[in-house]
């Protein structure tokens, strides 16, 4: 088992640019979630989703926007990245009381 | 949602128990206390949960008290790759299908000294 799988692991972005980041579990959990972790604090949650084809909004949404393709994979998009969004970016997938998280993708935009 | 406070950083000497105390005093009733580490930049690790009684895993144990406004981690034997960031949060369901918000603070920094 890969467990929670992200890609890319580094990205450097120019203001204004798009882009994707992607996650897949390979445990079968039904629900996937995506936090962002800036210098120095805690996670913060940015979307949800609780089964294949539903996502809801967390504590943080503005300027980003989710897909849940299948159950594996649930994908992270900017779509106009801004330095405010530079950050390390977690996906993790849940069943019963744990949260087994990917290991990150560091995202710097300029 | 209940807010935890965490001492910022705390030395524990290798092969003694580490005791990383938690406040969360405003916790309703059936809210349960988590505990996850996030060893240098990888991703937070689940450890152990909890909701009144006393928890014991092959990780740690978890020690509530009565009125369920603190709890302790207890690290039995600490070593130096227990040195880590340890959050204790307070679990909020957000759905009905049991999802849930973890509100990661800035956490206890433990440094496992050899």
């Known amino acids: 088992n890969a467990g929670v799988t992200q890609t890319p692991k580094f990205q450097v972005l120019k203001t204004g640019q798009s882009m994707t980041l992607q996650c897949a579990q390979d445990m079968n959990h039904n629900s996937m979630y995506w936090y962002r972790q800036d210098p120095g604090m805690g996670l913060r949650l940015i979307y949800y989703?609780?089964?294949?084809?539903?996502?809801d909004k967390g504590e943080v949404p503005n300027g980003y926007n989710v897909s849940r393709l299948n159950k594996r994979e649930f994908s992270l998009r900017l779509e106009s990245a801004a330095p405010s969004q530079t950050s390390v970016y977690f996906c993790?997938?849940?069943?019963?009381?744990?949260?087994?998280f990917g290991p990150g993708t560091r995202l710097t935009v300029l | 949602d209940a807010k935890t406070t965490q001492p910022t950083s705390m030395d524990c000497a290798e092969g003694r128990a580490a005791n990383l105390p938690c406040n969360h005093s405003?916790?309703?009733?059936?809210?349960?206390v988590y505990w996850y580490r996030q060893i240098h930049s990888q991703g937070p690790q689940y450890i152990i949960h909890g909701l009144k009684n006393n928890e014991t895993n092959e990780m740690a144990s978890l020690i509530i008290t009565e009125d369920r406004k603190s709890s302790t981690l207890i690290l039995p034997h600490a070593t130096l790759r227990d040195t880590a960031v340890y959050y204790c949060?307070?679990?909020?369901?957000?759905?009905?299908?049991?999802?849930?918000?973890?509100?990661f603070g800035t956490g206890t920094r433990l440094t496992i000294i050899p």
């Open positions: 949060i307070v679990r909020v369901l957000i759905s009905n299908f049991g999802n849930e918000k973890l509100t």
């Open positions: 993790a997938s849940s069943v019963s009381h744990e949260q087994f």
């Open positions: 405003t916790i309703s009733g059936n809210e349960y």
């Open positions: 989703s609780a089964s294949e084809g539903t996502t």
